[in-house]
């Protein structure tokens, strides 16, 4: 099978350790079953998210050195500012500590109650800060996006007659803009072609809507754009960014992904008066407007970041490695969602545990089994992330896919992790009538997920 290769070298090394069965039966107990409340120090390998937890270059290491603490407009506002110039082409940045408090900023600035958000699929923190306005946050993926099966290059498209209902349904007054996430997390890291986001931003435009990019994972997107769209076919991933972003009003950005940072984010945006308005909740909610919420060597590291993830050797390696784990698991005959993306393999838990109605979490028995198994530790991204009590009713309402990500940190696993990891997977796969489901024993009002309690029920 073709291995990806590093294009980089190891200098530190960061010990994990293997816990015994009794200690991860107990880690499991403790944390009523919610994989967000493991110890880490007791995780072999921890696939729960390629967010924060990349591991940094040398060159953005040593850039941490150079840190203006300052106040206001430290000389790592300006690189930041330069950087994001150059590889996005937006004027006009404002930091922020992560991804969602830029969601956070921006939906407080533009939405009202009773609007309507469309984006492909919102990530789970861009529907909660949706919803947190009282709007709607409004799903327009093409049917394929939701087919685990089919094969589509460009899964993570908007389907533009979902995006033209919606604006005749609902009328441009209620839609305060329009998003794309690049890419398509909650739908498998899948990308969204530039044809598409053309066409997106064509109907934005007729409209005057204006189009933000959900921008997290937007260099993984361009590669795929270049690897599947011909015409991209000899452009420059930093060329096909600027062409991405040229289409769009402005973007948020997690950094923790695609910029190779542990903490950090963004709004880009052309608007000067709403950059204005987005600067007045900045400096109530993270800090003054040249650092938002971070330090100054964070902003430097970032900008060091955004330039590094534009190497298509590292890109190749990166989506390589994604790829090499998807085809052993399909190999050994595992259901997963295909095509592979960009940041994750994703498991399709319905035929992996058909025994499990979906009020018994069977993605949650999936991930659970995999740290029992071999304490790895994944996500679950289906009914425990997002089925809704049906209003004024014990009834769920489920969503379409109930998927388990193994997310694959950037530069930071080796292939004989990857290997681990697929007989891990192997092996819960051949006992796989033995998974139990689960039971709700704590609900929090919104993101239930990070701190959910379960307890798991008896084998039928
Ligand atoms: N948008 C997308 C597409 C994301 O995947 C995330 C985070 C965010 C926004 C929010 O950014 O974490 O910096 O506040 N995704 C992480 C994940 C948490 O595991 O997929 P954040």
Redesign the pocket.
Same mark, same amino acid.
């Given at each position: 099978m073709d291995k990806p290769l590093e294009p980089f070298r190891i200098k530190a090394v960061e010990p994990i350790q293997f816990p015994s069965r009794e200690q991860r039966e107990a880690v499991l107990h403790n944390a009523g079953f919610n994989l967000f409340n493991i110890p880490a120090e007791a995780v072999f390998i921890d696939l729960?998210?390629?967010?924060?937890t990349s591991a940094m270059s040398d060159h953005q290491w040593a850039g941490l050195m150079l840190g203006d603490e300052s106040y206001a407009q430290c000389r790592n506002f300006f690189h930041l500012q330069e950087t994001v110039q150059e590889v996005m082409g937006f004027p006009i940045v404002i930091p922020t500590?992560? =991804?969602? #408090? +830029?969601?956070h900023l921006l939906f407080q600035t533009l939405v009202k109650p009773g609007d309507v958000v469309p984006n492909n699929i919102h990530?789970? *923190? *861009?529907r909660a800060n949706v919803e947190f306005r009282q709007a709607v946050a409004l799903d327009c993926a093409i049917d394929e996006t939701f087919d685990p099966d089919k094969e589509h290059p460009f899964k993570g498209n908007m389907d533009p007659a979902k995006l033209r209902a919606a604006i005749e349904t609902h009328g441009v007054e209620k839609i305060p803009l329009v998003m794309l *996430? !690049?890419?398509?997390? @909650?739908g498998g890291g899948q990308p969204v072609s530039m044809a598409n986001v053309r066409e997106i931003a064509g109907i934005c435009r007729q409209h005057g809507l204006p189009l933000f990019l959900?921008a +997290?994972?937007f260099a993984e997107n361009c590669y795929f754009i270049k690897q599947r769209e011909p015409a991209y076919r000899d452009k420059s991933i930093a060329e096909i960014a600027r062409e991405l972003f040229s289409l769009a009003d402005g973007c948020?950005m @997690? +950094? %923790? %992904?695609d910029a190779l940072v542990n !903490?950090? =984010?963004f709004i880009a945006l052309r608007d000067e008066a709403l950059a204005g308005r987005i600067r007045n909740f900045l400096i109530l909610m993270e800090g003054f407007p040249t650092y938002g919420g971070l330090a100054g060597r964070d902003l430097e590291t970032m900008a060091r970041g955004l330039r590094e993830v534009l190497d298509e050797r590292y890109l190749e390696y990166r989506i390589g490695q994604v790829r090499y784990l998807g085809n052993l698991l399909e190999t050994a005959g595992i259901p997963v969602l295909k095509p592979f993306g960009g940041? #994750?393999v994703y498991l399709n838990a319905l035929p992996f545990a058909p025994h499990l109605p979906r009020a018994q979490f069977p993605g949650q028995a999936v991930a659970v089994a995999l740290y029992r198994e071999g304490a790895v530790r994944s996500?679950e991204i289906g009914s425990l992330m997002f089925a809704r009590h049906k209003p004024g009713s014990e009834a769920w309402e489920f969503p379409r896919l109930e998927l388990v990500?193994l #997310?694959i940190p950037r530069r930071v696993y080796t292939t004989s992790h990857l290997d681990f990891v697929a007989e891990t997977v192997y092996k819960i796969w051949q006992n796989r009538q033995q998974l139990r489901g689960l039971r709700l024993v704590y609900e929090p009002p919104f993101l239930r997920h990070f701190t959910a309690r379960l307890e798991e029920l008896d084998v039928a």
């Amino acid at each position: 099978m073709d291995k990806p290769l590093e294009p980089f070298r190891i200098k530190a090394v960061e010990p994990i350790q293997f816990p015994s069965r009794e200690q991860r039966e107990a880690v499991l107990h403790n944390a009523g079953f919610n994989l967000f409340n493991i110890p880490a120090e007791a995780v072999f390998i921890d696939l729960l998210t390629d967010s924060g937890t990349s591991a940094m270059s040398d060159h953005q290491w040593a850039g941490l050195m150079l840190g203006d603490e300052s106040y206001a407009q430290c000389r790592n506002f300006f690189h930041l500012q330069e950087t994001v110039q150059e590889v996005m082409g937006f004027p006009i940045v404002i930091p922020t500590h992560q =991804g969602r #408090a +830029a969601e956070h900023l921006l939906f407080q600035t533009l939405v009202k109650p009773g609007d309507v958000v469309p984006n492909n699929i919102h990530f789970d *923190t *861009t529907r909660a800060n949706v919803e947190f306005r009282q709007a709607v946050a409004l799903d327009c993926a093409i049917d394929e996006t939701f087919d685990p099966d089919k094969e589509h290059p460009f899964k993570g498209n908007m389907d533009p007659a979902k995006l033209r209902a919606a604006i005749e349904t609902h009328g441009v007054e209620k839609i305060p803009l329009v998003m794309l *996430t !690049i890419t398509n997390n @909650s739908g498998g890291g899948q990308p969204v072609s530039m044809a598409n986001v053309r066409e997106i931003a064509g109907i934005c435009r007729q409209h005057g809507l204006p189009l933000f990019l959900d921008a +997290a994972r937007f260099a993984e997107n361009c590669y795929f754009i270049k690897q599947r769209e011909p015409a991209y076919r000899d452009k420059s991933i930093a060329e096909i960014a600027r062409e991405l972003f040229s289409l769009a009003d402005g973007c948020t950005m @997690s +950094a %923790k %992904k695609d910029a190779l940072v542990n !903490i950090g =984010g963004f709004i880009a945006l052309r608007d000067e008066a709403l950059a204005g308005r987005i600067r007045n909740f900045l400096i109530l909610m993270e800090g003054f407007p040249t650092y938002g919420g971070l330090a100054g060597r964070d902003l430097e590291t970032m900008a060091r970041g955004l330039r590094e993830v534009l190497d298509e050797r590292y890109l190749e390696y990166r989506i390589g490695q994604v790829r090499y784990l998807g085809n052993l698991l399909e190999t050994a005959g595992i259901p997963v969602l295909k095509p592979f993306g960009g940041h #994750a393999v994703y498991l399709n838990a319905l035929p992996f545990a058909p025994h499990l109605p979906r009020a018994q979490f069977p993605g949650q028995a999936v991930a659970v089994a995999l740290y029992r198994e071999g304490a790895v530790r994944s996500v679950e991204i289906g009914s425990l992330m997002f089925a809704r009590h049906k209003p004024g009713s014990e009834a769920w309402e489920f969503p379409r896919l109930e998927l388990v990500r193994l #997310a694959i940190p950037r530069r930071v696993y080796t292939t004989s992790h990857l290997d681990f990891v697929a007989e891990t997977v192997y092996k819960i796969w051949q006992n796989r009538q033995q998974l139990r489901g689960l039971r709700l024993v704590y609900e929090p009002p919104f993101l239930r997920h990070f701190t959910a309690r379960l307890e798991e029920l008896d084998v039928a």
